[in-house]
């Protein structure tokens, strides 16, 4: 039984149907790389299987069991999701936000504990960002606020971590740490993450196993290798590129000059 | 770093309880009549015949008791608008949700008397006036769920322009507008402070912050957004739907009985955000103490700046807060939130 599924998932918006009979399986453990040109469906997928667009078909899994049956916390508990928009209209302080992920660990009225002190810290410790803590998420580039968002997530302590595009403004150095600690944070075995990537080099190099979208469908489901092939991307972007190898072996995708 | 402990909650709301106590002090010992702060606490205590103790019954503490409510009512429905259109720029009467509850109050008094509805029926009258504008708010000018500063404002300032040219028509249609009775409701005042009239208007507030502080922290994750905060745990629709209805509400009596007294809503909450922070858990508490003190103070100027002649609190409350609306809208954190 995979930790987290999608099963056959077809999802329309606005009447407009934008994901086609979608099945895939995190597994316990892994980074799965999702990828694919703009429109394809990649964020849309994400928020399916956040449980925040109604599926017209098909199942979403949490440990077998149909998430639908889950309430609200217990989806929290499981869910943790990097959203693409982190903006938030009022001074809340970077720490105040990371302390947002352990809601679904608070009771009702609650007030939180040193654990989760604790835990918000930790997440940002790993992050590298205990710096902010103090400032207000008002102040911080878009690329701060990222961290955030991840550490928010992060302190959240889900089975299952979505991220969309979480890594898009973020500097070589924090990107390579952030998709080091999203891996990190799955490699104990009993948890994993799902990752919207634009960048295929990156995908390829921090995801065990890629899924390539194309126009709501699912085109390919493999290891990065099989996956990010010529004739993969080509059919999946509509444009000339090659294949290089990297000093590691892996594939790098290089565009072609055209004409 | 000051985050939110238990302790520092109650420390904080004490704190401004206290300055509520002082500012409803200094509204009673301040009018006409002088009276010293010991005839007050005196006639407050004992409730004899004398002269004093009258003033203060039967005048004072009912104005100053309907400018608290009135004052902690609009204030809270400002917080619990800004946090459920995630915008620091939302208040009941810069968004237009006072002029409709004013609009559906003028419309029951112009227009009632023709099927019999007394006075009784404008409450009710502006609780539906404010409600339907806060659902015209939500659905005009909002995209998707996403609510934009630029559209949010002009739909108040369109709205607001729309509701009173209506009143001020109904108003003229009826025969209401004699004098300068209307127009004074129009820039809000408290001189029909009664003690039930406070009475009815503290039960809005008391319903509202019933509904409100149990979800104010909900509120902050709702800063994250809606699909962020449902992600959360929170339900969004039924937590915004309660809460679209407990500030209509709470507008509404206030509305009601003290016509449109406006930016209490925005200077309280601002003013508090920036002192405590963004906590709805505490802000939303404080913003009631807050707004109440800052009202009863207002009502006082407005009761004492021309010597003998009344203001009404509506001028006092607009002085204050039209300026500092103009400052709020070139900070930076708020052209941020723009589209």
Known sequence: ?259 | MTLLTPRRLFWVLLALFVLLLLCALVGMVVGPSHLSLAEVVRALLERDTSPAADIVWRVRLPRVLLALVVGASLSTAGVLFQALLRNPLADPFVLGISGGAALGGISVLALGAVVGWGYGAVPPAAFAGALLAAVLLFVVAGVRGRLSATRLLLTGVVFNAFASALIVFLASLAGLAQGTQIFLWLLGNLSAARADVAGFVALFLGAGLLCALPLARHLNLLALGDESAAQLGVAVERTKRLLLLATSLMVGAAVSVSGLVGFVGLIIPHLLRLLLGPDHRLLVPAAALGGAAFLVLCDTLARTLLGGRELPVGAVTALLGGPLFLVLLRRQDVRAFAP
């Open chain 1, 1 to 259: 039984m995979s930790l987290f599924a999608l099963e056959a998932v077809s999802v329309a918006l606005d009447g407009r149907s934008v994901l086609r009979n979608v099945s895939l399986a995190l597994r316990r453990g892994e980074v799965l790389g999702l990828v694919g040109g703009n429109g394809a469906g990649k964020t849309t997928l994400l928020r399916a299987a956040a449980g925040s667009v109604p599926l017209a078909s098909g199942r979403i899994l949490f440990r077998g069991e149909d998430a639908v049956q889950l309430s609200r916390n217990a989806r929290a508990l499981a869910l943790a999701v990097v959203p693409q928009d982190t903006r938030v209209p009022f001074p809340f302080t970077a720490l105040e936000i990371v302390l947002m992920g352990r809601a679904p660990h608070l009771h009702w009225l609650g007030f939180e504990s040193q654990r989760d002190l604790d835990a918000a810290h930790a997440a940002m410790q790993q992050l590298g960002i205990e710096g902010l803590a103090a400032r207000s998420v008002l102040e911080l580039s878009g690329g701060e606020r990222q961290l955030v968002m991840v550490a928010r997530a992060f302190a959240q302590q889900a089975d299952v971590l979505l991220l969309d595009e979480a890594t898009a403004h973020l500097d070589l150095r924090h990107r390579a740490r952030v998709l080091a600690r999203v891996r990190g944070a799955v490699r104990s075995g009993t948890r994993a993450a799902l990752v919207v990537s634009h960048d295929l080099d990156w995908a390829a190099r921090y995801c065990d196993r890629l899924a390539l979208l194309a126009e709501g469908e699912l085109l390919v489901l493999g290891d990065p290798v099989e996956v990010l092939t010529r004739a993969n991307l080509q059919r999946a972007y509509g444009v000339e590129i090659e294949i290089a190898r990297g000093p590691d072996g892996l594939p790098l995708v290089v565009p072609s000059r055209g004409l």
